[in-house]
């Protein structure tokens, strides 16, 4: 006889409502400054056209190397760009290569997690001893052998970081799955007739997700990191892109005496990452219910 499988309870610590848990973020104090300052990045990243002065590529060489003024806020480059319009449009880029590389990194570690921690036997042994050979280089250096490999530019360069962080998040949910399937509602939904995939996505995924949304969070700031380290060695976009990473590289020889090239856009760097970071501290915290904000 047919038995409709029926909804199972996801476990009591994962449980908590986005009401709640938006409720706890708001009263983290970093994570406010965190939320606050991200929003703002985003917002310039998707209305740089209009508030960037001038092209963010166009070359003027008679206004190469003025000093900030009212013409130039934060100065001009040695091609005579203005530093402002390119840092904006840099903010897309940089957002947009955390977001992509995060998602190439969690989306490829979790089913890796999952299959590895669900399965066990010699699946978990040879999908954790490829992970532990990969965890073996350190992952900008990893990174840097891919994009080298690849070749140097902006797409590969997000593939790049993107994989060298796979073995993070498969470690992760795989230790998350090899404790939520020992939980009774598993037991229960076998008993009820479930299938390997319904209890991997409708019961097990839901419970290991918070770790690796904060995970992600974090990890979006070493991707920009690791993306602006790639690109100033030349390895990641190419000129005359306005990305943070390679404005440095460019602006490193006029340090001394035009120190407005290299400095805007480190400072942008510092804003976003720090943002990312208390944003991901606070979500640690109000998703872990033996925290208390």
């Not at 209009?50 to 206004?63: F, G, R």
Request: charged fraction near 15%; aromatic fraction near 6%; hydrophobic fraction near 50%.
């Amino acid at each position: 006889m047919h038995t409709k499988t029926p909804e199972m309870p996801t476990g009591g610590d994962a449980s908590h409502s986005c009401g709640v848990v938006a409720r706890q973020l708001w009263k983290h104090k970093g994570a406010r400054c965190g939320l606050i300052i991200l929003m703002v990045l985003v917002l310039i990243a998707f209305c740089a056209p209009w508030l960037a002065p001038y092209d963010p590529l166009k070359v003027q060489a008679h206004q190469a190397l003025q000093p900030p003024s009212a013409e130039f806020l934060l100065g001009s480059d040695q091609y005579g760009r203005d530093v402002l319009s390119r840092t904006i449009y840099g903010t897309r880029i940089s957002l947009m290569v955390g977001l992509i590389s995060v998602g190439i990194a969690a989306g490829c570690g979790l089913m890796i997690g999952l299959v590895a921690g669900y399965c066990g036997g010699i699946i978990d042994g040879i999908l954790m001893r490829l992970m532990d050979i990969m965890l073996a280089f350190p992952g900008i250096l990893l990174a840097l052998a891919i994009v080298s490999i690849l070749g140097p530019n902006l797409a590969n360069l997000m593939i790049a970081v993107g994989i060298s962080a796979i073995p993070a998040y498969a470690r992760l949910v795989r230790s998350s799955v090899l404790s939520a399937k020992q939980q009774p509602y598993v037991e229960a939904a076998r008993v009820v007739g479930c299938d390997n995939r319904q209890i991997l996505f409708r019961h097990i995924l839901p419970n290991v997700a918070a770790p690796v949304i904060v995970l992600g969070t974090l990890g979006m700031g070493t991707a920009i990191l690791a993306a602006a380290a790639l690109s100033f060695i030349g390895l990641g976009s190419q000129p005359p892109t306005p990305e943070w990473g390679r404005m440095l590289s460019e602006g490193r020889a006029y340090l001394r005496e035009h120190w407005w090239i290299a400095t805007t856009p480190g400072v942008a760097i510092l804003l976003t990452v720090l943002s990312i970071n208390l944003l991901g501290d606070g979500l640690r915290d109000a998703l872990d219910p033996r925290l208390k904000i």
